[in-house]
């Protein structure tokens, strides 16, 4: 370019100049200037259109994040500490990619908690306060500022492991429709959780339909299975993927009369149809595969009593009432497997036109009754726009909140805290 103006000005200044020629560099003057100046106007408009542009990208990103999922990967820790992510949504390269699309969950829980452990309050380094041991080792930790329970040690294929510290532990204390919850980590090597539909410290012998090695689920980071009936993966996985990333799953779990099924996160991956026997209690614990150091973490573990269906409790009562919405701790941020429940509701509104709700948000007794009443508000308000941003009108929803002021029952547990903690759906 340097070259090109050079020559053009040299001829310029050789040429003999009359006053009409004089005129003509002129203009020509006049329009490489102007030229040159829409260049940069226009590549300048082009820089702001870009900045403009990855701006709204991040602002429409934050809007999305209203509904957010969590994968992580932890570093070494000791068992009685603390212990950091700071390689949090790294992926291994021979690890499959999968969006997760939680508008597909179909996970409808249960509706009366009878079970709830969500570590709070716990102390590191004991044993966890709601559960008692039947064999191995297992104590509180936090990880990624979380209050987990670590299983350090756990001889499965004896039974071992941990029990649900429950009234009547003896007896068959899970309903003919009961789901199951919980949150788990696996780290990047290879170990099994296990959950046998029995409680091997209480009721040994209580079932004997089918042995006790039978009664019960592996579930793998990846995988769950029933032994000799079932297997499966979440998509883009197989037997043969090797996974070197540690990640949280959100376990699922729903048993109606005889009928299995297992999710991982937003995917189900098993549908067994009968397991042949009654579960009667919970055990949970994990095997771990060679002799290396792995690192399961369990949180959120929740068994809640089914009911009949959203839709016809509606049909009698003129509304339903769901735990299934759940919320980061003091804040009305919707966490991902909340939407088994939106989706359904969606659903059921979609399909009949003339269905209208009260969104009604509550909490328990904890904390300041002001906020609270705030907080169920904006926990309402955040159902109702999630429901409108998928497409039901606006006019057909009305979100309220009122706190902790309608309990429905005892606050003085935390199986009666996780009742209250609830959302109202009331037709008008």
Not at 157 to 174: E, Q, R, T
Not at 266 to 281: E, H, K, L, S, W
Request: charged share 25%; hydrophobic share 35%; aromatic share 10%.
């Amino acid at each position: 370019m340097k070259n090109f103006k050079t020559i053009f000005f040299a001829l310029i200044i050789c040429m003999p100049l009359n006053l009409s020629a004089q005129i003509s560099v002129k203009n020509i003057l006049k329009n490489v200037k102007k030229s040159t100046e829409n260049k940069i106007e226009n590549r300048v408009e082009r820089k702001m259109n870009n900045g403009v542009d990855t701006l709204l990208d991040g602002t429409e990103n934050k809007i999305k994040g209203v509904v957010k999922g969590k994968e992580t990967n932890p570093q070494k820790g000791n068992s009685t500490g603390s212990v950091n992510n700071p390689n949090a949504g790294k992926d291994a390269k021979d690890s499959p990619q999968h969006q997760i699309e939680w508008k597909r969950f179909d996970f409808v829980p249960g509706t009366e908690v009878i079970f709830e452990d969500n570590q709070s309050g716990e102390q590191n380094g004991e044993f966890p306060s709601k559960w008692d041991l039947f064999q191995g080792i297992f104590e509180n930790i936090t990880f990624d500022g979380s209050n987990v329970i670590y299983c350090i040690q756990s001889n499965m294929n004896s039974g071992g492991g941990i029990v649900p510290l429950i009234k009547n532990a003896k007896s068959d204390y899970l309903p003919d429709e009961f789901t199951v919850e919980f949150d788990i980590y696996f780290d990047e090597k290879s170990n099994n959780f296990i959950l046998y539909f029995l409680d091997y410290k209480n009721q040994q012998g209580l079932d004997k339909s089918v042995a006790n090695q039978n009664k019960y689920i592996t579930i793998s980071k990846n995988s769950a299975r029933y032994p000799g009936l079932s297997e499966g993966y979440y998509p883009g996985y197989n037997s043969a993927t090797i996974d070197k990333n540690g990640k949280w799953r959100h376990i699922s779990i729903s048993f109606n009369k005889r009928a299995l099924k297992v999710y991982l996160d937003d995917a189900r991956v098993m549908n067994v149809p009968n397991i042949q026997y009654n579960p009667t209690g919970i055990s949970v614990g994990f095997h771990k595969t060679g002799s290396t150091e792995t690192k399961t973490f369990i949180k959120n573990f929740r068994i809640a009593k089914g009911a009949v269906p959203l839709y016809e409790k509606m049909l009698t009562d003129g509304k339903f009432v769901t735990t299934g919405i759940r919320f980061d701790v003091n804040k009305a941020i919707i966490k991902p497997e909340s939407m088994g429940v939106i989706n359904y509701v969606f659903s059921m509104m979609n399909d009949n036109p003339g269905l209208n709700f009260y969104v009604e948000g509550h909490t328990d007794s904890d904390g300041d009754d002001s906020l609270n009443l705030k907080l169920s508000e904006d926990r309402a308000k955040a159902v109702a726009d999630l429901l409108i941003s998928m497409g039901i009108s606006q006019n057909r929803l009305k979100p309220a909140g009122w706190g902790e002021s309608k309990p429905i029952s005892d606050n003085s547990t935390p199986e009666g805290k996780a009742n209250n903690r609830r959302v109202e759906f009331i037709k008008f």
